[in-house]
């Protein structure tokens, strides 16, 4: 009977108005380029029309301001849970670091392909019923525009904030900001320098506001990725050498997962350690912040090259980095959305096998309603 | 939109079915008492604490013995090789990558400095092809900074040939009316146009001698843009260039800008004249006008 009802609700509230809006922003997505770098305004309508286009799946917030005023914001990729229970949450941001193009790029290509597969992959439409997946395109959206000033601004790295009193330096390096062991290790107090961590923990609004909206959610929080370039590397948490995550085996052993799945892909080694152990010990990075909060699965990404091309990546190279990128983030999705609702599904993201009892049990159930309600579609 | 919502309710009771996947044991015990800004101490953290206690990388305790391949140490000086192949062997025809480290081992030599035995992998760019070298790199330790020494051997280094085009290229060049020269290379996305490719490869191998000599235990230098590349007059049969490049340091994450005056020919290489560091211009830098 309730499903009746929420059938004749749901289609009188289709009016021609929002079809004609999803056509159009449908229209401006098939048409958005992600194989190329695009500067903010472009991003920003770009967000716009992909939350218009897929209403069921997306929605927008503004969830903090940059130094210079401007907007900080997510799209939320989930589907309606119409079971009620609580929901899981998956958070990626990407762009912490100005000059890093390629993980802007990626986090608009992740969300294509969620949008582009979710309707045909049954596994990844079941994940979306039970998680939000929380996407920041770009972050340090000021330091972003910055570097598509000229030529000079290019390799810029940290937030525009304002010197402090005794400099004439900007910005603030984003990612030693968090409050995580702040300032002890692998930092600068020096604001001319590029690991400057600013003048307390959380000073700067681009971190602050992470942590405000993140802190919300800590609870149902599952997994913390944070994307950035280069070098080819999956980071676990901590930064700093003397401490060890408490579930560091299953930290090491997922994202190892996902380097074999990334491998898979085009070749490419991904190698996974702390930070401490495969690249330089740090603090204050967002992904020691989330591990510390108890956000179980903390991961930076750090994406290609290995220094051929380092931040200035090539266009040709968005594609296949990004491929590889997808794949490995979705390995690490899939573990913690398994792990958490320990469900019966065999399937994986990529293959759909009618031999799986779960699959079974939807197609019968259909079959089921057919009968009993004879609804027709 | 019926159809959605009965897959939904399927999905709903498929979900709410026995589970077949095992659980795993661990749990993740989080000490969420802690206040985050504090260091937490080890006692603080319930259940398993794994303290890594293979390596300190606190910054002046470095590995030594077998080293593991993937950590820093060991890539760090490997990345000193493929400077090192770059200054000795490179040409426009001819760039090196590090492609792995497969094995390696650091000991101390007195209070001189600490010695490194490599065994890795380098990745010849152009030809794409792989090869295994052997390598010792030794990081002196003086009150001054002073350059590595590297000794390398590598099976098959210069079995592709590249005189032929090297020679091509360099009568080009000598036979020039106007003079060469480009900036941005790459640009802000990455393109090179092709036939400035080859002049960004000359300005990568100049740029190598200054990553060699910069080098330490505690830098990773890679290229990070050929800001500008002029040719000059040529003298006594050598192709010269001034060239304003840019490096980047991955653990200091700063950009250093050097200006080079090079010198090159098929019959000798590469040979870097003249080398100066720029001063990083901070205030240069104006904000655009905020719309």
């Known amino acids: ?377 | 939109m019926g159809l959605r919502i009965i897959v939904v309710l399927a999905v709903l009771m498929g979900v709410t079915g026995s589970p077949t996947t095992t659980v795993r044991p661990e749990t993740t015990s989080v000490d969420t008492a802690a206040h985050p800004n504090s260091i937490p101490e080890m006692a603080e953290e319930t259940g398993q604490n794994e303290v890594f206690s293979e390596e300190e990388a606190a910054e002046d305790v470095m590995a030594t013995g077998e080293l593991n391949p993937n950590h820093y140490p060991a890539q760090r000086a490997a990345k000193v090789v493929q400077h090192y192949l770059t200054t000795r062997y490179g040409s426009p025809y001819r760039l090196f990558g590090l492609h792995r480290v497969h094995s390696g081992n650091a000991e101390d030599v007195g209070d001189s400095g600490r010695k490194y035995q490599l065994e890795i992998s380098v990745h010849e760019i152009i030809s794409n092809t792989t090869q295994k070298c052997s390598a010792e790199v030794f990081f002196p330790h003086g009150q001054k900074q002073e350059s590595p020494q590297v000794q390398a051997s590598c099976e098959e280094l210069l079995n592709i040939s590249t005189k032929a085009q090297e020679e091509a290229l360099y009568q080009q060049y000598k036979m020039n009316q106007t003079l060469l020269s480009a900036q941005n290379l790459p640009d802000s996305h990455g393109h090179i146009e092709p036939d400035m490719k080859l002049l960004w490869h000359l300005g990568i191998v100049a740029s190598s001698f200054i990553m060699l000599k910069e080098s330490s235990e505690n830098t990773l230098y890679n290229m990070a843009q050929v800001a500008n590349i002029t040719q000059l007059e040529t003298e006594k049969e050598q192709l010269k260039f001034n060239c304003h490049t840019l490096l980047h340091d991955m653990v200091s994450q700063e950009i250093l800008h050097w200006k080079l005056l090079f010198a090159w020919s098929p019959a000798e290489g590469v040979k870097v004249l003249q080398m100066e560091q720029l001063p990083h211009c901070q205030h240069c830098e104006k904000p655009p006008n905020t719309n």
């Not at chain 1, 059938?7 to 108005?17: R, V």
């Not at chain 1, 307390?200 to 913390?224: H, I, K, R, W």
């Not at chain 1, 052993?253 to 074999?260: D, E, F, K, N, T």
């Not at chain 1, 799986?356 to 579609?377: L, P």
């Open chain 1, 1 to 377: 009977m309730k499903s009746w009802l929420l059938g004749l609700f749901l289609l009188t509230n289709t009016d021609l108005y929002t079809t004609h809006s999803v056509v159009e922003g449908l229209e401006s997505m098939q048409n958005y380029d992600y194989t190329k770098y695009h500067p903010m305004d472009e991003i920003y309508r770009w967000m716009e029309d992909v939350e218009r286009a897929n209403p069921e799946l997306i929605s927008s917030a503004v969830y903090g301001y940059t130094y210079e005023g401007r907007n900080i914001t997510l799209l939320k990729l989930g589907l309606n849970d119409t079971a009620g229970s609580e929901k899981k949450v998956i958070w990626m941001d990407c762009g912490i670091h100005a000059r890093e193009w390629i993980a802007p790029a990626f986090c608009q290509w992740f969300v294509k392909e969620i949008v582009n597969s979710y309707k045909t992959n049954k596994k990844l439409g079941q994940m979306l019923q039970n998680l939000d997946i929380y996407v920041t395109p770009v972050i340090n959206v000021d330091g972003y525009i910055f570097t598509w000033a000229n030529n000079s601004t290019r390799l810029w790295r940290k937030s525009r904030s304002l010197p402090p009193p005794d400099s004439t330096c900007y910005g603030v390096d984003l990612n030693r900001n968090f409050k995580a062991n702040w300032g002890t290790i692998g930092v600068s107090f020096d604001s001319c320098e590029n690991t400057y961590c600013g003048k307390s923990a959380g000073s700067e609004p681009e971190a602050q506001a992470v942590m405000d909206f993140v802190g919300t959610m800590v609870n149902q929080t599952l997994c913390f990725l944070t994307i950035h370039s280069a070098g080819q590397l999956i980071l676990l948490p901590y930064g700093h050498p003397e401490i060890s995550a408490p579930n560091y085996n299953e930290l090491v052993s997922v994202g190892q997962a996902a380097a074999v799945e990334m491998k898979k892909v085009h070749g490419m080694n991904y190698t996974v350690g702390t930070s401490p152990q495969i690249l330089y010990p740090n603090s204050g990075s967002s992904r020691d912040w989330a591990r510390l909060i108890g956000i179980p699965f903390s991961y930076t990404f750090e994406l290609r090259d290995k220094g051929e091309f380092g931040h200035l990546l090539p266009e040709d190279h968005i594609q296949p980095a990004c491929e590889e990128a997808y794949v490995g983030a979705l390995s690490i999705i899939t573990y913690v959305h398994d792990k958490a609702f320990k469900n019966g599904a065999v399937t994986t993201v990529k293959h759909f096998t009618l031999a799986s009892g779960f699959t079974m049990t939807i197609w019968s159930t259909i079959v089921a309603v057919f009968v009993t309600t004879g609804f027709m579609v």
